[in-house]
């Protein structure tokens, strides 16, 4: 069993930075991959990033490369989304979410149905 904990969203200015974390609870973290998936109001969750068990192998949508980092410190039992360069289209509330099931291609790690937890959310508003 893993819970998942999201802090760190809240207001910004466009062009401004923010950075999420995720806390994992759990003695099996290290096997997770996790993931980083958003919605905004009256649209679908979305996803946004994605890092392997290892942390070796790491996945953006299009919409956020270059400018976000996703990274993890199994250490720590966390995850964090490093946020560059926000756009208001960027506004929405983050899920953290983590899968034992390895990601194995890009479309793989967009699959909402193959992550098992998630956690409630973060709140993050791009203002223009």
């Known amino acids: 069993q893993v819970q998942l904990v999201e802090s760190g969203g809240g207001l910004v200015q466009a062009g401004g930075s923010l950075r999420l974390s995720c806390a994992a609870s759990?003695?099996?973290?290290?096997?997770?991959?996790m993931g980083w998936f958003r919605q905004a109001p009256g649209k679908e969750r979305e996803f946004v990033a994605a890092?392997?068990?290892?942390?070796?192998?790491?996945y953006y949508a299009d919409s956020v490369k270059g400018r976000f980092t996703i990274s993890r410190g199994n250490a720590k039992n966390t995850v964090s989304l490093q946020m560059n360069s926000l756009k208001p289209e960027d506004t929405a509330v983050y899920y953290c979410?983590?899968?034992?099931?390895?990601?194995?291609?890009?479309?793989?790690?967009?699959?909402?149905?193959?992550?098992?937890?998630w956690g409630r959310g973060t709140q993050v508003t791009v203002s223009s």
């Open positions: 759990g003695r099996t973290f290290g096997n997770y991959a």
């Open positions: 979410a983590a899968r034992l099931r390895t990601i194995t291609t890009m479309k793989n790690a967009q699959m909402r149905d193959e992550y098992d937890y």
């Open positions: 890092i392997s068990w290892s942390g070796v192998s790491t």
